[in-house]
């Protein structure tokens, strides 16, 4: 599955405010509750659509996307 080079900047961008508030092991500071508090509010999404974007691997999507783009020469 590829992504649009604007999707992998927003991936990016919650995945910085995951590991600023994520704690594991406190309940107010787990993956609902950061969703819910910090990220829903900037970037509305459900909370399937956040869990697909902690998993995705931004690097080897970057690269996926460098190999499709096309060249004129």
Not at 33 to 45: A, F, K
Request: proline share 4%; hydrophobic share 30%.
């Amino acid at each position: 599955m590829g992504y649009h080079k604007n999707t992998l900047k927003r991936i990016e961008l919650v995945c910085s405010i995951v590991k600023e508030h994520y704690e594991p092991g406190r309940r107010d500071r787990c993956y609902k509750e950061v969703w819910r508090r910090y990220v829903c509010p900037v970037y509305p999404m459900c909370y399937r659509t956040f869990l697909n974007y902690i998993g995705v691997n931004i690097s080897q999507e970057r690269g996926r996307n460098a190999d499709r783009q096309l060249s004129l020469f």
